[in-house]
């Protein structure tokens, strides 16, 4: 009987100290997207939207695990993003969309709420996931940014997996390419045709230290030319985070995300003008992006765990997990 209660003395001990160790830590959050675009109820079937959620909730699930065991919003970021980088659904890594010229060529970028470091790299070809490569260059150069080879070369010095840019290839998108290709010939010359599709993927975390981090990675534009670079690794465009305001990942068409600065806005908009993120991501994406005729989508993490999933565009492969929510949505509501 004795033995009996000092156990549950000390379980009970063990579980106060555990409450007393996570009492007032942040509400640990994750919030993603799998891209914005022409997503109509209707457009795929339900064995593909299944396929399409289950992969977002795996993503969820790991980024959420990582600041679950108290690891770093970028650990988390970078884990989700892994996840949707390898797989064929989204438009980064293993299912980035084709170039004009047929290739493949990847936009990715990473930003750290507490220190304002930030990594990207543009137009890689071999690297495996780009998301990884961006990190790296956070961390271990003194620069923000990469291009192409330059950038491949300083992978070589990094924990980076190289792949044949065949690796990138999939059937899907080489038809998507194709049709796009004789869309645009029917069309006029040149014009980058409006029907299409994002699938840019990106993460916005927050670990219970409080900390934010924010990343995105994308295989572009379909039939981008040569050397195009997107809003994606540009900093305060696709991505930007900054403890004091909040954490953003956008996905559309980033020409417009490029002049409207569009991550960094809505963060400057909260910490100059002290409005909260949903009115925020709500003026730049409704009012700023619509009104110059651009379209697309943010998720947004605020230092108190809100967070907000705006878009303009008919659909985002979006989802959260915090302790009470867990969901993922393709369409609108
Ligand atoms: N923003 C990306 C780009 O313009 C595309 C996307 O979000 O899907 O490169």
Known sequence: MKLMIFILAALSLTVHAFANEHEGAAPVTIVIHGGAGAL??????????AAYKAKLREALNAGYAVLNDGDAAMDAVEAAIVIMEDSPYFNAGKGAVFTREGTNELDSSVMDGATLNAGAVAGVTRIKNPIKLARAVMENSVHVMFTGEGAEEFAKEQDVEFVEPEYFHTDRRWSEYENALARENESREGALPQHLKYGTVGAVAL?????????????GMTLKRYGRV??????????FADNNSCAVSS??????FMRLTIARDICAQVEYKGVNIKEAANDVIHNRLENLGGNG???????DGAYEM???????????????TEDVAIYKE
């Open 297 to 303: 989508g943010v998720i947004v993490l605020a230092p």
């Open 40 to 49: 109509e109820p209707g457009r795929y079937t339900q064995e593909e939207e």
């Open 207 to 219: 670990d219970m230290n409080g900390n934010l981090a924010a990343g995105t990675s994308t295989g």
């Open 230 to 239: 997107g809003d994606v690794p540009i900093i305060g465009a696709g991505t």
């Open 251 to 256: 996905t559309g068409w980033g020409e417009y």
């Open 310 to 324: 705006t878009f303009n565009s008919a659909g985002m492969f979006r989802g959260v997990k915090n302790a009470d």
